[in-house]
């Protein structure tokens, strides 16, 4: 564009602060313009779905202004900025969520009001970006709703997959089936193709050594690499809204194309059908995430997806660094990365060898540049759970990238055997390279050697990772070099538009919305956890939620016509990915044990029997048998108790598998909580980080002292205001060998759950058997017999403080009250000074 004119360049300008306008009209034009030339319709043959995407494109152009603004700020500004590396974002929908951090609800709703359309109920037509598996993925998302907020120059990198974590089904009223989630069906209006941003990417191929012929010798290892296929990798941006502000952050999605658009000399030698197959070969390698939580894949493809993220990934991080012509010793001073667990770990490796085989630069000035770039965040210390890849197949994929791995390794055991002369079951310990039958490289160790900081996601979770996990690595680099930094969530997303009518009641006692902005506001609410009208109010509230979501389980939810569940009744859920550590097998234990004893109840003991609706929701990993068997359990169990003839008991006790557990479902059960379920084995569960979005809206927990818990309860003012029970951390390596090589009694009540089960009471047992006797013999390894004691008399501590209402809501109260401490915003502040060491780059005051 000539802009020489003065002229020319004003007039720009005006249309631009037109187009940002966002008065009624301005609204209701760029609605209108885009039903009839986005979507080619008219108001005549206009669906609900029709004008969610034209309002949803609307919103987007309001979008994109601030984004773009925001990197232009951020460019002439030059900070140091943050690049958070992750294969999952758990986005969930993105309209609602923006119009309410660009404070643009009111004014889309009263403009389209006049237009005879409700924007509230356009929501619904969108379907969740679902990019991730569970906690991790969720994280990411919430990680960058905060940055925004608080102005921080960052960036999020990740794939954009053509299929999202699976869609679950229930066949038969018991089994999981995967459907494919083919989100992008009827195109995305929340991204942006960049096709003018695209990379190549190599796999596969040969390492040739340098002219000196020096290719892997230590001191000077500069090779070339000359990969065999490539592959392009084209960006999609993601525009992310803080809160309460004009910036607008990015999240950077790479999707892969092949790298020529048409192989014409296949085509002339007749090989036209071998160009599309390798077409197609391209594509495949972000076409699925990978539906696995707290288990790797162990898959080519995958490891595939990790190198051609953090391959792209790097190329356009450097790009960025080389327009700033600056020399690589400040790389570290504009450059930070965090790995999101060890998925982007070969980030690493990758910058490794582009500083030394592409910038000759020396092994040992590159690999200083590395380790102060990364940090990386460990969010499992399950020994199953970790990362690690065969040699053969890294070799084969990436031989260069091996090499430098082979080399790293050995530069870094050198300067163990230094420190502790002669110590080689302490190297053989520490090796990035597994030795055995098959060597494998440990991804997470690669990441601890890498990284300047390494964190866990909670207090009691990072003292483990400290201790045990990386133990030996503690010892070497010194304990600064493992810090903690505990989850946070949203509360933008997690009560603001999950929960609008608690919202409005807090922002209504505390007399502003400022609890929105910084969450330890939420404490002044103590003050009020003994008013009557105020605990009227709450009451009110989670009646609503509870009733709104027996709607929706009414609607949605195949419940063989047993009628609508008791609203009335105590709101037991638990909710996430199922997993054989996060014991749901123990819940559905715990249900059964109740029935029995309902059952055999009189009628007058009966009449105190507090009713409860169990809720259970979660998807497991395909290939994880023992998880879906716990899924027929669960289902198989609710049959039977929904279908009892006893109608009486009925009342008391009903059962609930919600379908497709997801980001949008979350929003629905979580505010309908009366009390959740957060019971996993002790030193397991390295956060969880929904125990904060229910104690957030009110929900009491019950669970065990892990992860999160322990530090949910501190600020909530104790154990008094929670449900805790079980063995503690500390007592379960000891447990889990009396368990196994000394059999302790069986507790009877256990025995008899069991008993029941494999009697047939909820049909064939043959497929539970296994399962079950595994328990009762030697193989507990996550302690069910040991704490289910104990879990049923927690839950009758439960029924207790529920039968006395103005307690419970007292405790509701208080519970919200001390969540301030658990906001994303926290926890990103966190990053940015014990990690990062960036500063908010707010955007110029408006003129
Ligand atoms: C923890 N996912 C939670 C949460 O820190 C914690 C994804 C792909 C492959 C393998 N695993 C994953 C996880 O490991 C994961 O989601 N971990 C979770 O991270 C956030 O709150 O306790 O289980």
């Given at each position: 564009v000539d802009?020489?004119?003065?002229?020319?360049?004003?007039?720009?300008?005006?249309?631009?602060?037109?187009?940002?306008s966002?008065?009624t009209s301005?609204?209701?034009?760029?609605?209108?313009?885009?039903?009839?030339?986005?979507?080619?319709?008219?108001?005549?043959?206009?669906?609900?779905?029709?004008?969610?995407?034209?309002?949803?494109?609307?919103?987007?152009?309001?979008?994109?202004?601030?984004?773009?603004?925001?990197?232009?700020?951020f460019?002439?500004?030059?900070?140091?900025r943050?690049?958070?590396?992750?294969?999952?974002?758990?986005?969930?929908?993105?309209?609602?969520?923006?119009?309410?951090?660009?404070?643009?609800?009111?004014a889309?709703?009263?403009?389209?009001?006049?237009?005879?359309?409700?924007?509230e109920?356009?929501?619904d037509?969108?379907?969740?970006?679902?990019?991730?598996?569970?906690g991790?993925?969720?994280?990411?998302?919430?990680?960058?709703d905060?940055?925004?907020?608080?102005?921080?120059?960052a960036?999020?990198?990740?794939?954009?997959?053509?299929?999202g974590?699976?869609?679950?089904?229930?066949?038969?009223?018991?089994?999981?089936?995967?459907?494919?989630?083919?989100?992008?069906?009827?195109?995305?209006p929340?991204?942006?193709?960049?096709?003018?941003?695209?990379y190549?990417v190599?796999?596969?191929?040969?390492?040739?050594?340098?002219?000196?012929?020096?290719?892997?010798?230590?001191?000077?290892?500069?090779?070339?690499?000359e990969?065999?296929?490539?592959?392009?990798?084209?960006?999609?941006?993601?525009?992310?809204?803080?809160?309460?502000?004009?910036?607008?952050?990015?999240?950077r999605?790479?999707?892969?194309?092949?790298?020529?658009?048409f192989?014409?000399?296949s085509?002339?030698?007749?090989?036209?059908?071998?160009s599309?197959?390798e077409?197609q070969?391209?594509?495949?390698?972000?076409?699925?995430?990978?539906p696995n939580?707290?288990t790797?894949?162990?898959?080519?493809l995958?490891?595939?997806?990790?190198?051609?993220?953090?391959?792209?990934?790097?190329?356009?991080?450097l790009?960025?660094?080389?327009?700033?012509?600056?020399?690589?010793?400040e790389l570290?001073?504009?450059?930070?990365?965090?790995?999101?667990?060890?998925?982007?770990?070969?980030?690493?490796?990758?910058?490794?060898?582009?500083?030394?085989d592409?910038?000759?630069l020396?092994?040992?000035?590159?690999w200083?540049?590395?380790?102060?770039v990364?940090?990386?965040?460990n969010?499992?210390?399950l020994?199953?759970?970790?990362?690690?890849?065969p040699?053969s197949?890294?070799?084969?994929?990436?031989?260069?990238?091996?090499?430098?791995?082979?080399?790293?390794?050995?530069?870094?055991?050198?300067?163990v055997e230094?420190?502790?002369?002669?110590?080689?079951?302490?190297?053989?310990?520490?090796?990035?390279?597994?030795?055995?039958?098959?060597?494998?490289?440990?991804?997470?160790?690669?990441?601890?050697?890498g990284?300047?900081?390494?964190?866990?996601?909670?207090?009691?979770h990072?003292?483990?990772?400290?201790?045990?996990?990386?133990?030996?690595?503690?010892?070497f680099?010194?304990?600064?070099?493992?810090?903690?930094i505990?989850?946070?969530?949203?509360?933008?997303?997690?009560l603001h538009?999950?929960?609008?009518?608690?919202?409005?009641?807090?922002?209504?006692r505390?007399?502003?919305?400022?609890?929105?902005k910084?969450?330890?506001e939420l404490?002044?609410?103590?003050?009020f956890?003994?008013?009557?009208?105020?605990?009227?109010?709450?009451?009110?509230?989670?009646?609503?939620?509870?009733?709104?979501?027996?709607?929706?389980?009414?609607?949605?939810?195949?419940?063989?016509?047993e009628?609508?569940?008791n609203?009335?009744?105590?709101?037991?859920?638990?909710?996430?990915?199922?997993?054989?550590?996060?014991?749901?097998?123990?819940?559905?234990?715990?249900?059964?044990?109740?029935?029995l004893?309902?059952?055999?109840?009189?009628?007058?003991?009966?009449?105190?029997?507090?009713?409860?609706?169990?809720?259970?929701?979660?998807k497991?990993?395909?290939?994880?048998?023992?998880?879906k068997?716990?899924?027929?359990?669960?289902n198989?169990?609710?049959?039977?108790i929904?279908?009892?003839?006893?109608?009486?008991?009925?009342?008391l006790?009903?059962v609930?598998?919600?379908?497709?557990?997801?980001?949008?479902?979350a929003?629905r059960?979580?505010?309908?909580?009366?009390?959740s379920?957060?019971?996993?084995?002790?030193?397991?569960?390295?956060?969880?980080?929904s125990?904060?979005?229910?104690?957030?809206?009110?929900?009491?927990?019950?669970?065990?002292r892990?992860?999160?818990?322990?530090?949910?309860?501190?600020?909530?003012?104790?154990?008094d205001?929670?449900?805790?029970?079980?063995?503690?951390?500390e007592?379960?390596?000891?447990?889990r060998?009396?368990v196994?090589?000394?059999?302790?009694?069986?507790?009877?009540?256990?025995?008899?759950?069991?008993?029941a089960?494999?009697?047939?009471q909820f049909?064939d047992?043959s497929?539970?058997?296994?399962?079950?006797?595994?328990?009762?013999?030697?193989?507990?390894?996550?302690?069910?017999?040991?704490?289910?004691?104990?879990?049923?008399?927690?839950?009758?501590?439960?029924?207790?403080?529920?039968?006395?209402?103005?307690?419970?809501?007292?405790?509701s109260?208080?519970?919200?009250?001390?969540?301030?401490?658990?906001?994303?915003?926290?926890?990103?502040?966190?990053?940015?000074?014990?990690?990062?060491?960036?500063n908010?780059?707010?955007?110029?005051?408006?003129?």
């Amino acid at each position: 564009v000539d802009l020489s004119n003065i002229a020319t360049l004003e007039l720009w300008n005006k249309i631009r602060k037109d187009c940002e306008s966002v008065d009624t009209s301005s609204i209701q034009r760029s609605f209108v313009n885009h039903v009839y030339s986005t979507l080619a319709r008219t108001p005549y043959n206009l669906d609900e779905f029709g004008a969610y995407q034209a309002a949803a494109h609307s919103v987007r152009d309001q979008l994109i202004h601030k984004w773009i603004s925001t990197q232009q700020h951020f460019t002439r500004s030059n900070p140091k900025r943050v690049y958070y590396l992750s294969l999952e974002f758990l986005m969930g929908r993105t309209m609602q969520n923006c119009v309410i951090n660009m404070d643009m609800e009111e004014a889309y709703s009263k403009a389209l009001r006049e237009m005879g359309l409700a924007f509230e109920t356009l929501y619904d037509q969108e379907t969740d970006a679902a990019l991730g598996n569970g906690g991790l993925g969720r994280l990411a998302a919430c990680y960058m709703d905060s940055l925004a907020t608080l102005d921080y120059p960052a960036l999020g990198y990740g794939l954009r997959y053509t299929y999202g974590i699976f869609e679950q089904r229930i066949r038969n009223g018991e089994d999981q089936v995967e459907y494919p989630d083919y989100w992008l069906r009827f195109t995305n209006p929340w991204e942006v193709a960049r096709v003018d941003v695209a990379y190549p990417v190599g796999f596969y191929g040969s390492v040739h050594n340098d002219s000196a012929g020096r290719a892997g010798q230590p001191g000077q290892p500069a090779a070339r690499w000359e990969p065999a296929e490539f592959v392009q990798a084209v960006a999609y941006d993601v525009p992310i809204p803080g809160y309460d502000t004009d910036t607008v952050l990015n999240i950077r999605l790479w999707s892969s194309k092949p790298q020529r658009q048409f192989d014409l000399s296949s085509f002339n030698d007749g090989e036209y059908e071998k160009s599309v197959a390798e077409k197609q070969r391209a594509e495949n390698i972000t076409s699925v995430l990978y539906p696995n939580d707290n288990t790797p894949a162990g898959k080519e493809l995958r490891l595939k997806q990790q190198y051609f993220f953090v391959c792209a990934t790097l190329q356009d991080i450097l790009r960025r660094f080389s327009k700033l012509n600056l020399p690589w010793s400040e790389l570290p001073n504009k450059v930070g990365i965090q790995l999101n667990d060890t998925h982007p770990s070969l980030g690493i490796v990758e910058l490794q060898r582009v500083l030394v085989d592409e910038h000759g630069l020396e092994w040992d000035i590159a690999w200083a540049l590395v380790q102060r770039v990364y940090a990386y965040t460990n969010h499992t210390v399950l020994p199953e759970a970790l990362e690690c890849w065969p040699v053969s197949l890294m070799e084969r994929l990436l031989p260069r990238h091996m090499r430098i791995i082979f080399d790293i390794n050995l530069y870094f055991l050198r300067s163990v055997e230094q420190r502790f002369p002669g110590d080689y079951e302490r190297l053989r310990r520490m090796s990035i390279i597994e030795e055995g039958h098959q060597q494998m490289v440990r991804m997470a160790y690669l990441a601890v050697v890498g990284s300047h900081t390494v964190n866990g996601v909670a207090r009691i979770h990072s003292d483990l990772v400290r201790s045990k996990l990386f133990r030996d690595f503690a010892e070497f680099y010194g304990d600064d070099k493992f810090v903690n930094i505990t989850n946070g969530i949203t509360p933008r997303r997690w009560l603001h538009v999950a929960n609008p009518q608690l919202s409005a009641l807090i922002t209504k006692r505390l007399g502003s919305n400022r609890w929105l902005k910084d969450l330890t506001e939420l404490s002044r609410l103590k003050a009020f956890a003994d008013d009557e009208d105020f605990q009227q109010e709450w009451r009110q509230v989670k009646r609503t939620r509870k009733e709104s979501l027996a709607e929706y389980i009414q609607k949605h939810v195949d419940t063989a016509g047993e009628g609508p569940v008791n609203s009335e009744a105590l709101f037991d859920v638990q909710v996430k990915r199922i997993h054989e550590y996060k014991r749901q097998l123990m819940n559905i234990l715990g249900v059964v044990h109740r029935y029995l004893r309902i059952k055999e109840a009189s009628a007058e003991e009966r009449r105190d029997i507090v009713p409860r609706v169990f809720i259970f929701g979660g998807k497991a990993a395909p290939g994880y048998h023992t998880a879906k068997l716990i899924i027929k359990l669960i289902n198989r169990v609710k049959n039977v108790i929904n279908a009892d003839p006893d109608a009486e008991l009925r009342k008391l006790i009903r059962v609930v598998y919600i379908p497709n557990y997801s980001v949008t479902l979350a929003e629905r059960i979580i505010p309908a909580s009366d009390i959740s379920e957060h019971i996993s084995t002790a030193g397991t569960e390295a956060s969880g980080t929904s125990n904060m979005k229910f104690v957030l809206n009110g929900g009491l927990l019950i669970g065990t002292r892990d992860g999160a818990n322990v530090e949910i309860a501190e600020h909530i003012g104790g154990w008094d205001l929670a449900f805790e029970f079980g063995a503690k951390a500390e007592e379960v390596d000891d447990l889990r060998n009396k368990v196994r090589y000394l059999r302790p009694e069986i507790h009877p009540a256990f025995r008899r759950v069991v008993e029941a089960i494999k009697s047939g009471q909820f049909g064939d047992s043959s497929p539970f058997v296994n399962m079950l006797d595994r328990l009762v013999s030697d193989g507990d390894y996550y302690l069910i017999t040991v704490d289910f004691p104990s879990y049923p008399e927690a839950q009758e501590r439960v029924d207790a403080a529920y039968k006395d209402q103005k307690k419970w809501t007292r405790m509701s109260i208080e519970n919200c009250a001390g969540m301030g401490f658990f906001s994303a915003d926290r926890s990103v502040q966190d990053y940015a000074k014990k990690i990062w060491g960036i500063n908010p780059c707010p955007p110029p005051p408006s003129k």
